[in-house]
T-cell receptor, first 114, second 114 residues
Framework: GDSVTQMEGPVTLSEEAFLTINCTYTATGYPSLFWYVQYPGEGLQLLLKATKADDKGSNKGFEATYRKETTSFHLEKGSVQVSDSAVYFCALIQTGGGYNKLIFGAGTRLAVHP | EAQVTQNPRYLITVTGKKLTVTCSQNMNHEYMSWYRQDPGLGLRQIYYSMNVEVTDKGDVPEGYKVSRKEKRNFPLILESPSPNQTSLYFC?????????????FGDGTRLSIL
């Protein structure tokens, strides 16, 4: 079945460091891909998305490119801030066939220190 | 303000005592869903609803019930809770289940079943 695999955390960085969180997926067809962020004590918020191959999603300095050839959707940010500390979830949605479902990776915790 | 509201936010209860977690959205969304979040497993879908009176099982429906009598409400019912249902629960909604529609999440309900 469809699945999403993320790099294990926690990822610990100093402020202004470069961030990469790896995400790969297994899916039939052409899923849409998402990154969600969960700040402490809160629900998930959509960070960015891409709906077809080679699309680049971007928001708040974060970027991710839908790579169909490598089935990847890695999250990057050039200079992280303490306020970026959160749990990041990669997810895909497969629609059609009468069964629609959002599938999440296990999540990667990011801790940014001053 | 557009939001998904869950109640209660925290609950400690005992095995076998029926409980209901409420979820309400004020965005007139058709699609609603319940997830549970467990360490190392990410979010897994419990049940979802495509519209009023239309519900279906997700990946982990055992031990849970739902209903969708009104568009705005989607309660999660644990008829006879057990300790393995101790988890963090999220309700989510989107306008439709089209892959271009973002999901809006509630702030979560932390359940502890003793």
């Amino acid at each position: 079945g469809d699945s999403v695999t993320q790099m294990e955390g926690p990822v610990t960085l100093s402020e202004e460091a470069f961030l990469t969180i790896n995400c790969t997926y297994t899916a039939t067809g052409y899923p849409s891909l998402f990154w969600y962020v969960q700040y402490p004590g809160e629900g998930l918020q959509l960070l960015l998305k891409a709906t077809k191959a080679d699309d680049k999603g971007s928001n708040k300095g974060f970027e991710a490119t839908y790579r169909k050839e490598t089935t990847s959707f890695h999250l990057e940010k050039g200079s992280v801030q303490v306020s970026d500390s959160a749990v990041y979830f990669c997810a895909l949605i497969q629609t059609g066939g009468g069964y629609n479902k959002l599938i999440f990776g296990a999540g990667t915790r990011l801790a940014v220190h001053p | 303000e557009a939001q998904v509201t869950q109640n209660p936010r925290y609950l400690i209860t005992v095995t076998g005592k029926k409980l209901t977690v409420t979820c309400s959205q004020n965005m007139n969304h058709e699609y609603m869903s319940w997830y549970r979040q467990d360490p190392g497993l990410g979010l897994r879908q419990i049940y979802y609803s495509m519209n009023v009176e239309v519900t279906d099982k997700g990946d982990v429906p055992e031990g849970y019930k739902v209903s969708r009598k009104e568009k705005r409400n989607f309660p999660l019912i644990l008829e006879s809770p057990s300790p393995n249902q101790t988890s963090l629960y999220f309700c989510a909604s989107s306008r439709t289940m089209n892959s271009n529609q973002p999901q809006h999440f509630g702030d979560g309900t932390r359940l502890s079943i003793l």
